[in-house]
C-alpha cells in the first residue's frame, strides 16, 4: 500500500499540482459536506445546529484545518485500501459525532486521568464502564456504526454502543498510562448481544475456587488409615454413584438439547474492544479487556474471531495479517509494518515519546553546549490533532450511582445477579445473587445478598433454600463481637453455630449449639481452654421457668485444654470430663515429650449435703462433700462473728477434716511412670474437691452461653424488624441526607423560635389556656379583659412594692451605719473615716436612684394600664363581644 500512496503522489506532482494543494482541495470538499461515507445515510436526520451552539463546545461542531488535513489523508487511505483489498470490508475511519460533522477516530479518544482510587487500575477502569453503560446493539449487527459519538455526551445519556464503550475505556486506560488501543474486529454472538446466560456467574467460580483451594490436602501429611468397609455396603454405594452418574449425564444431554443452534453470522458480527499491550504499569502479556463486561481475557480467546484495525490517540494501524484462526497467530508488534500498516507514517508514537522524554532528562544532566542541540531530528511532517472531545469529567456521584437507573440485572447460566446503588434500598442490600437448581430459573436453590452501611454491622446474608439453613457475616464492632451466624429454619431443632472476633470476653471464636448439645472453642485463654463440649438430657422436658432461667439437664461436660509449659506433662490437665448424671469426673493429662500415653485418673463425687449454720441465720449452699464429724463453724459460731468467719476458705477446713472419711476407692489412677510415687489420700482429696468447685462454675458459664445465645437471637430479630442505614456524610447521597437534615433541624428551630415570639407577645395567651375553650363567648370576653386588667394591676402593684423594700431597706442600712459611726467616731481611723464617707456616698445614691425608679413608676402605672386596656378592645378576639 505504501507504494500506492507514492505513486498517487507522484501522478499529482507531474500535473503540476502539489501535495498540498491537493490536501487542500479534499479539505474544501470535505468542509463543506460533514457527513458522507459508506456506511452513512444523508436521509438520517441529525442535531440542529442551533441546538449545538448550546450544548456543544465549537470543537463539537466544526473540524480545524489538522482536522481537515486529517480527513484528507484517511479518505486518500480509504479509497487505496479498497483497491488494493476489494474482499475486504471498508475501515472505520470518519464516523459523524453526535453534531453531525465527521471526526477521525482517534481524536475522538481523550485520554483522562481521574482523582479516583478506584479509576487507577484497569480492572477499576473496566468495570466501570461496563457497570455505568448500557448497550445499543449494532444495527445491522454486520455493519460499523455510522456514529461514534463522544465519551461526554455518552456519559450523560448511559447508553452506548459497543464501539463507544471501547473509546470510554481507552481513554481512562491511556490517562492511567496503560498502553491501550481500540479493536475493530469480528467476535462471537453471545459478547457482541452482552448475553451472559450461558456463562457461568463469576461469582460462583471464585466461592468454588476459594472452596476448592480449602479442601486440598497436604501431600506430606499423614495418611489416615485404611477404613475397613464390607462389600454390600460398597455394592450399595456403587449403585447409588452409577445411578447418580446417570442422573447427570441425562441433565447433561437435556442441557445440550436447549443449546442455542448455530450462529448464521458467525464471524461476520462487529464488535469493538480493547487491546493493552505489554511494557506499561508492569503489564508482561498483552491481553484483550471487553468493555461490555469489563472482563479481561488472552489475545488468544475463541471469543474474538478476527481483527482490522487498532487505534488509540496517536496513530491508526490496519492489521495485514491472516485471520482465518482468530487472533490465535496474531502478532501484536505495530511497529512491524508488514503486520500493521499505519495511517500515519511519521507520527509519534508512544515508545518515540518516552524515548524523547528520556533524551530531554539526559540532555538537562549532561549540560549540552547550545551548539550540539541542532542534531535534533527533524519534527515530524503530519501528527495527529489533538482530541476534539472535551475534558471527560466522573463525578464521584457517578461512581457511586453508577448502574443506569441505580440498578442492573444480569442474568447468568442458573443465576441471576442484582446488584444496587448505595441506600437505594432501605435494608441496605447492594447486590443479590439467586441461583437456580434448573435451567429455566425457576426453582430458587440459594439467595445470597451483600449488604452497605447497615446499623447492626450486617454484609452478607446467604438463605439455602435445599439444606433449610440461613448464614449471616457481620463487620467488626457489632454487639456481642458477633462475627459469623448460621441457624436453620426449623423452629423445632434450631441450631446456631456462631464466630466471634478476639475482643470476646471469653475469648470464644466459635459455638455451635443445638437442643441436645453445645460446642465452644476458645483461643488465647490464661487458662490454656481451648474445647468444650456440653450435652443435655433431651428426654426430661423443661419447663417454662427452667428455660427462662437457664436450668438445662446437663449430662456431660468436657474440656479439653492446651499445653502449658510452666508445668510437668503429668500434672498438666489435657482433658477433663464432667459425667454430672454418673457423679464421676474422668482427668486425662498430657503426654510427655518423648511418650505416648497419657496419665489418667477418674473421681467419684460423694453425695451431695446441706450445711445450716446457725448465729445469724446465714444459710450456704449445697456442697459437694462428705458430711464431717465435728462441723466447727455450726458448734463454735458467735453472732457476730459466723457471718464474717465464713468464707471460701473454710472448704479447705472441711476437706481436711473429712480426710479420713475420704477412701481410695473414690478415685482410679493410671500413671505411666511406675517409679513415680502416687498421690497420697488427703491430696487426692484437695484434688476432687477443686474439681467440684470448677465443675460448679463450668455449669455456670454454660447457663450464661445458652443465655447469650438467647440474647444474641432475640436482639438480630429486633434489628431485622427495624432496619437503620447509617448515611456517612463523606458519600454524596449521605452528604444530600445530613444537609437536608441540617436544614430540617434550621427550619424546625426557626419555627420554635418564631412560636415563642409570638407567645411573648400575646398576652391573652396563659389567660386562655386557662379557659381551655376554642371559642369565646361575650362572658368569656369579659372575664378574659377584666382577670387581664386585674392581673397587670397586680403586677404593677407587687413591682411598686418591691422598690419601695428595696428602698427601705437601704434607708435602714445607711441609718444603722451613721448610729455605728456615732459610737465609734472618737475610736476611728483615717482609713476608716474614708470608708465611711465614701460607703455613705454611694447608699445616698442608691437610695436616689431607688426613690427616682419609684416615682417613674407610679407615674407610668396609670397610662399603661390605659393602654393596655386600649390593646384589649381592639384585640380581634375580644373586641366583637367588648364593643356592645
Known sequence: METVLESDDEEQLGSGETLEEGHEEREGALSKDHVSGPHSDPQEPLLNMDEADVWYPESYMMNSADETRLLAIADNFQRQYSFLYPDRKPLLFCPVNECGVKKFVSTTIRPTSTSFSELFSWEGCASFVADFLSLEPLEPPTNLPRFLFSSTSVLQSQRATCFEFATLLCSLLLGAHYDAYCVSGYAVKEMCLLDQSLQECPLLDTESVMSEQKEQENKYSVKPQKELKSHSVMQEEKKKQDAEVASLQKQKLQEDSRQPPGDALRGLRVHCWVLVLSGSRCIQENFFIDPLTGNSYSTTSNNFLGIESVWNNLNYYVNMQDCRNGCTDMVFDLEDLEMWEPVLYSATTRKQLILGVLKKELKMMSKINDDSDEEDEEPCAVEMPRSWVSYITISKKDLENRWPGQQKVTRYRQAKLERFAAYLRADGVVARLTTYKDLDCTDIAMIKEWYQHRNDFLKEREVNKVDNFTTERFRHGRPFN???????????????????????????????????????????????????????????????????????????????????????????????????SQRRIEVTYHVEEHGFIPSKRNFIKPQEVTYHVKGHGFFPSKTNFIKPQEPTVQAKAKKKKAKKDFTPHMVSRFQVQTAKDFTPHMVSSFQVDPSEKPLGTLTLHWMLGALMEDEEKVVLQIKVSKKEVRDIVACREQEEGDVQLLFSPWTTTGAVRVHKQRQDMERLAAEDQRWLQEKEKDILAPFMIRLDCEIISAENAKQLHRDCLAEFKQRVVDHANLIQERLEKETQELQNKQLWYQKHQLNMTAREEREYQRYCSEKALEIHVTKTRLSMHKEAAPQKYRVLDQKLKRDPRLAPHLLH
Open 482 to 580: 458477633l462475627l459469623f451466624h448460621r441457624f436453620t429454619s426449623s423452629t423445632s431443632n434450631t441450631v446456631h453455630e456462631m464466630e466471634f472476633s478476639s475482643a470476646h470476653m471469653d475469648n470464644l471464636m466459635r459455638r455451635v449449639e443445638s437442643p441436645g448439645e453445645m460446642i465452644e472453642l476458645f483461643e488465647g485463654r490464661s487458662d490454656f481452654l481451648n474445647y468444650r463440649h456440653s450435652i443435655f438430657d433431651q428426654h426430661k422436658p423443661l419447663s417454662r421457668l427452667d428455660y427462662l432461667l437457664n436450668n438445662h439437664h446437663i449430662q456431660k461436660v468436657v474440656e479439653r485444654f492446651h499445653r502449658n509449659k510452666s508445668k510437668p506433662a503429668n500434672e498438666d490437665v489435657a482433658e477433663r470430663v464432667f459425667l454430672l
